[in-house]
């Protein structure tokens, strides 16, 4: 597995395909077992996938793997991905909306426009608000959320010592008035969480 500590995926990170090809199997495995320890689901349709260097590493080289743009398309898939990598003072996540039902998903997303400014991490009497990620607009001008966030978490070094304690019992949820729910973090994600932390 990957360092949790490395901050940035450079040039010199990205595998050449054909040896990214013969490790892909195993690598998507490892994430598929990282991914549990951090993945949380809120209310009845909010996925939050807690990013990290390797599930950035990994997204890169998917997109690579898969659209096959080569050199040319390495500088804009870490432009597009770096941002997400936690920072050291700082947690990341993709928020998914997830409703199968096409009318419902329209009915619902169409209701909480602006959801991705109430998202907060609360722990030890502290709350975290999240922060969209820049120069991406989640909401369009009628009011309608899209089915996937980015959100960053911005911690003071005194909140990331507090998160960091074992035990510290952790709330993710949303604020929205059309989306008010919560859910309490496992102890085993807190502690994984814990060490995109400096």
């Not at 490395?6 to 990205?14: G, L, P, S, V």
């Not at 390495?74 to 409703?99: D, W």
Request: net charge negative.
């Amino acid at each position: 597995m990957m360092s949790a500590a490395k901050r940035e995926i450079t040039r010199a990170d990205i595998l050449p395909m054909a040896e990214y090809g013969k490790i892909r199997t195993e690598k998507r495995k490892e994430y598929v077992a990282l991914k549990k320890q951090r993945r949380i689901e809120v209310g009845p349709f909010a996925t939050v996938l807690f990013e990290s260097y390797t599930s950035m590493w990994l997204q890169v080289h998917e997109m690579l793997y898969i659209e096959k743009g080569g050199e040319e398309q390495i500088e804009g898939e870490l432009a597009a991905y770096n941002p997400m990598i936690p920072n050291g003072r700082e947690l990341t996540c993709t928020v998914l909306f997830e409703i199968d039902d096409p009318i419902r998903r329209k009915n619902v997303l169409g209701r909480i426009g602006g959801v991705e400014e109430t998202m907060t991490v609360s722990f030890a009497g502290e709350v975290v608000r999240g922060v969209p990620e820049e120069d991406t607009d989640r909401t369009s001008g009628d009011g309608k959320a899209s089915s996937v966030q980015f959100i960053h978490f911005p911690f003071t070094a005194a909140q990331a010592a507090l998160f960091k304690q074992p035990g510290t019992q952790v709330l993710v949820g949303f604020t929205h008035e059309n989306y008010g729910h919560m859910a309490v973090m496992p102890e085993a994600m807190r502690a994984s969480l814990a060490s995109d932390l400096d």
